[in-house]
Each structure stands twice: as C-alpha cells, then as structure tokens.
C-alpha cells in the first residue's frame, strides 16, 4: 500500500513534460517608422526616373491626348449645340434682322428635365440610394452585418455629405445632353469625412 502512495505521489510531483518553442516577435514599429514607410510608399516616382525616360513618357502621354480630343470632336460639336437648342441663353439676333425672336423650342429642354426627375426618384431615393445584399449562404449575423452597412452608408450620404445630393442632381441634367458623366469621391483630411463631387465630360480635358 506504501508503494502504490509513494508512486502515485512521485507521478504528481514529477509529471511528464514536453519541449515547447517560443518564438519571440520583433517589436512593433514606431509612429516615425510608420510615417516613414507612408512617406516611401506615396513619393513622387518621377523624381528617380532618368531623364529620358520622362521624356518619353511625356511625349506619349501628349500624343495619346491629341488623338482623344481628334477623335470626340464631333461630340463636342454636338454637346455644344444642344446647349444652345435648350432655349435658356438669350442670343442678341441680328439674322434675319436686328431684333429679331430667338426661340428656341422646349422640346429638348423638357425631355431632359424629364429623365432629371424620373432618374433622380430612381437612384436617390428618399431612404437613401445603398442598398446592400448577403453574397452567398445568409445567416441572421450576416443579415445584421449587411443592413448596419445599408443604414450607415445611407446615412452617410443622405446626412454628412451636404453636397451629395445637389451635385447629384445636377449631374442628372447634363447627363441627359453629354450621354456621360462621373462621380469623384474621396476623403478630405480636415473635415475627416468623405466628399463628393461631380465631373462633367466637358471638363475632363479642360474644354
């Protein structure tokens, strides 16, 4: 009986153990390196590159906007006179004679106004234009997830962002004349937030 406690005993003071590795991580890089790493990532490529290279690059890159602006000539034209034919630009008339009435029928100037209201109902609507969906097997954690993303992006839109909904109805118009036109978003630094603006295609080469 003595045996039995004695081996019992030494098999609790004395247990089998196993070899474990730690391995010991590095240290987690400071604020400066960080910065310094953002530094590295965003610098200006340009300032390394030969000379030559630049040049080239730059002649390309001029020949290539050369060709664009040849090749949307005519819808420029075209962009231009619907301007006109809107009928909200008062023009001096001098043909057929001084003085004479320079109407311009509504036609096109409702028909753009119509797919304004019709596409502005559409795509904005009143609880906001996001709408979000659960790709693949839905669960109720990935419902939840999806719809906190619906209504914070709603309300980010409908809320923050003051500019979003004017410049988007804006945009509506002249989409219906130019047949194009871009939204540019991004974040402002001082005002943290994001920011919305439109582009119209008139403008993306300074015409």
Same mark, same amino acid.
């Given at each position: 009986?003595?045996?039995?406690?004695?081996?019992?005993?030494?098999? =609790?003071?004395?247990?089998?153990?196993?070899?474990? @590795?730690?391995?010991?991580?590095?240290?987690?890089?400071?604020?400066?390196?960080?910065?310094?790493? *953002?530094?590295? +990532?965003?610098?200006?490529?340009?300032?390394?590159? @030969? %000379? @030559?290279?630049?040049?080239?690059?730059?002649?390309?890159?001029?020949?290539?906007?050369?060709?664009?602006?040849?090749?949307?000539?005519?819808?420029?034209?075209?962009?231009?006179? !619907?301007? %006109?034919?809107?009928?909200?630009?008062?023009?001096?008339?001098? /043909? &057929? +004679?001084?003085?004479?009435?320079?109407?311009?029928?509504?036609?096109?100037?409702?028909? =753009?106004?119509?797919?304004?209201? $019709?596409?502005?109902?559409?795509?904005? &609507?009143? #609880?906001? &234009?996001?709408?979000? /969906? =659960?790709?693949?097997?839905?669960?109720?954690?990935?419902?939840?997830? *999806? #719809? /906190? =993303?619906?209504? +914070?992006? !709603?309300?980010?839109?409908?809320?923050?962002?003051?500019?979003?909904?004017?410049?988007? %109805? $804006?945009?509506?118009?002249?989409?219906?004349?130019?047949?194009?036109? +871009?939204?540019?978003?991004?974040?402002?630094?001082?005002?943290?937030?994001?920011?919305?603006?439109?582009?119209?295609? !008139? /403008?993306?080469?300074?015409?």
């Amino acid at each position: 009986m003595a045996e039995i406690e004695k081996a019992i005993e030494e098999e =609790v003071i004395t247990p089998n153990s196993e070899e474990v @590795d730690i391995e010991i991580e590095g240290e987690e890089p400071t604020i400066e390196e960080k910065v310094s790493e *953002a530094e590295e +990532f965003f610098k200006n490529i340009a300032e390394d590159m @030969d %000379d @030559d290279v630049l040049q080239r690059l730059s002649n390309q890159l001029l020949d290539d906007y050369k060709k664009d602006r040849v090749s949307r000539k005519d819808w420029e034209t075209s962009y231009t006179s !619907n301007l %006109d034919l809107l009928g909200i630009k008062h023009t001096e008339m001098t /043909r &057929p +004679f001084k003085g004479s009435a320079s109407v311009t029928h509504p036609l096109l100037s409702e028909a =753009v106004t119509s797919f304004q209201a $019709q596409a502005y109902k559409e795509l904005l &609507p009143s #609880q906001g &234009p996001v709408k979000t /969906r =659960v790709l693949g097997v839905e669960d109720n954690e990935k419902m939840n997830q *999806a #719809q /906190r =993303v619906q209504d +914070f992006m !709603n309300y980010m839109i409908t809320e923050e962002m003051e500019e979003y909904t004017p410049e988007f %109805d $804006q945009l509506l118009f002249y989409l219906a004349l130019a047949g194009s036109a +871009f939204k540019k978003s991004r974040i402002k630094i001082y005002s943290c937030r994001r920011f919305s603006s439109s582009i119209l295609c !008139n /403008r993306l080469n300074g015409m």
